[in-house]
């Protein structure tokens, strides 16, 4: 059976899972990689049996064989690789956020209509047990309408700090924010009509990071809900998990609640903390990578044994996903954007810095 041919970009921490997950799949193989150090793409493709190596995303856009790429580099140089691969045909799974300036996803969705190659962001969230059985309960109408939503995804200062050397050229609402806004407009069948951020600023800045601390966002759906999102960069590093990560909403009959983080599946105790990992987004079994991640994943390349097929589900996966942001579109053509905060072309209510970096 024919495989699905990947190329990734990016030999980070992130393109390790998807190379892991690729790896794992009967019907995917990794067949190129780049990254900007040779030395990191040489070491992944040893680790990895990958054949095809490259220092240059355009190098590789231009002679790979791979049918598709995904794209897992920092948040802020998503835009001019996502376009190279399109222009030379490839279809896409773009690292979320999708960019971190709306002029880079106009750019993307032109050349990616244009090209009519399949896109789509990897928000994973849409894939997790939990908020699967909220959102089946809410799709029930057994709860009444939705009213109010909450949604925490905070990391420890271990993330900004320590694990990304790009973290000032990003944020905690790029980096987190783009997960909890899809995951609230997912569970709410809505997007945001308005909405209202304040930023805090200074606590990473005094630890040589230049990045705002903590973002706190009040959104008004269309649909007459209201949603608050917490997003912070500077939890303790004491935490037990690398996240903290909750969610409540309350409907007109009936309310639930998720801890998705720190709750105590596996709890793992050594002389210094104690660790509560978080098994369900990502954990090997027998060295493979599985856990919802593998399930996101899976379910582009699984069943689908050439192009063809892999078009046809991904479209459906793409007008899953992004529901409101993205048209379904015939065969052949390419899937549309909608920008979050700009539908009729002109950005929705009024704020302050946080605000504009919400809308940007
Ligand atoms: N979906 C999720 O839950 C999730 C989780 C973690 C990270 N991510 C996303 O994945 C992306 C990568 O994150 P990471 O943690 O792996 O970062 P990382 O810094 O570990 O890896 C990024 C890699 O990209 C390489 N790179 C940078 N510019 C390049 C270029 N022009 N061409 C080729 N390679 C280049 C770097 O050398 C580095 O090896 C980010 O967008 C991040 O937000 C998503």
Known sequence: MEKIKMGIVGAGIWGETHAHIYSTC?????????????????????????????????????????????????????????????????????EKPLATTREDVYRMMESIDRNGVRAMVDLHNRWSPPFHAVKNEIASGNYGKAVNAYIRLNDTKYVPTKMLSWAAKSSIIWFLGSHSLDTLNWLLDDVPEEVYCISHKGLLQSMGVDTDDVFLSTIQYKNGAIAQMENGWITPLGNSCINDF??????????????????????????????????????????????????????????????????????????????????????GTAVRFKCIFDKSGVPQGSGERGHEQLRR
């Open 26 to 94: 009967e019907h995917a193989a990794v067949v190129s990689v780049c990254d900007r150090n040779l030395e990191k793409a040489n070491e992944f493709a040893s680790k990895f049996g990958i054949k095809e190596v490259y220092q240059d995303y355009r190098e590789m856009a231009a002679k790979s064989s791979c049918d598709a790429v995904a794209i897992v580099t920092p948040d802020y140089l998503h835009a001019d690789i996502a376009i190279a691969f399109a222009e030379a045909k490839k279809h896409l799974l773009i």
């Open 246 to 331: 909750k969610f409540n909403i309350v409907l007109e009959k009936g309310k639930f609640d998720i801890d998705a983080s720190s709750h105590n599946l596996v709890k793992m105790t050594s002389e210094e903390r104690i660790i509560t990992p978080d098994p369900m987004v990502s954990n090997h079994i027998l060295g493979n990578g599985k856990g919802l991640l593998m399930r996101a994943y899976a379910a582009l390349w699984i069943s689908s044994s050439a192009v063809r097929n892999f078009m046809c589900l991904l479209r459906t996966l793409c007008a899953y996903l992004w529901h409101w942001y993205v048209f379904s579109s015939p065969p």
